[in-house]
Structure formats: structure tokens, C-alpha cells
């Protein structure tokens, strides 16, 4: 199934074989310090710059609805962002990973982001437009 939005995503996640655990990571477009006239003019844009990661969560299928609803609970944490990548995680004999379990695969995403390799994950924007990059 091609996944194109949030509903969709949702839905892919719920009718695996396998029971699924969703990984997001939420990050902050920023602009580099030593940053160049032309990054700037791109991040201004919201064309350049570099993705943070500010935080992470997983959540299952089933205690996900819409996708305002993930914003409206993100929100809550006071912290900024501009992008959220998702990545899911495959359950065994019908069960679905336990949360710690997701931890390390957290911890290998934001490690990805932070090299810039985001093009193996989902990615939306604030307003759940799915992303793409080049890398």
C-alpha cells in the first residue's frame, strides 16, 4: 500500500500481519551558526537548514485518531517543531512491541536525522502534509 497521508499511514500500521509499534521524531528546522547568505535566504524560505531533533515518542496504532490530535498532544510538551518522521516497528506472534523495546530504534532514528539520512522515514509537516527530501 502506498502510504500519501496521515489516514493512510494509520491505516498500513493497523493491517500488518504482525503487530505494529509507530516511532515519531519530532524536529526543529534551524539555521547553521557559521550559516552563508544563500542558507539563509533557503532557510527563509523553509527550503534549507538543518533538522533537530527535539523529541520522540511511540505510540500503537489504536491510540492514534487524526493527525491534529498527535499536534494538539505534541504541543502540550511546549516544545517547538517543524517536521515529524515516523518509521514503524514490527511486533512478534501477534503482539506488538513493548514500549521499551521501541527506545533503540528511537535512538538509531534521531541518530539517522542528525547525519541527514530521513529519506528511509515517513516525514509531515505541522500541517500533515507528508515531506520528501533528497539527500
Same mark, same amino acid.
Given at each position: 500500500m502506498e502510504i500519501a497521508s496521515y489516514p493512510d499511514l494509520l491505516r498500513a500500521a493497523r493491517n @500488518?500481519? @504482525? +503487530? @505494529? %509499534?509507530?516511532?515519531?521524531?519530532? !524536529?526543529a528546522a534551524e539555521l547553521p551558526e557559521q550559516h552563508t547568505a544563500g542558507q539563509l535566504r533557503r532557510f527563509e524560505s523553509r527550503e534549507g537548514g538543518t533538522l533537530a531533533p527535539v523529541m520522540c515518542v511511540d505510540k500503537l496504532p489504536d491510540e492514534l485518531d487524526d493527525f491534529a +490530535?498527535?499536534?494538539?498532544?505534541?504541543?502540550?510538551?511546549? @516544545? %517547538?517543531?517543524?517536521?515529524?518522521?515516523? !518509521?514503524?516497528?514490527?511486533?512478534?506472534?501477534?503482539?506488538?512491541p513493548a514500549s521499551d523495546a521501541a527506545e533503540q530504534s528511537l535512538k538509531k532514528m534521531v541518530n539517522a536525522i542528525h547525519q541527514g539520512m530521513v529519506s528511509k522515514f515517513l516525514a509531515f509537516n505541522r500541517s500533515g502534509e507528508i515531506v520528501s527530501f533528497t539527500e
Open positions: @500488518q500481519p @504482525q +503487530a @505494529q %509499534r509507530l516511532l515519531f521524531v519530532f !524536529a +490530535a498527535l499536534v494538539a498532544e505534541s504541543d502540550k510538551t511546549g @516544545q %517547538r517543531w517543524d517536521i515529524v518522521f515516523v !518509521a514503524s516497528l514490527s511486533g512478534n506472534g501477534g503482539a506488538a
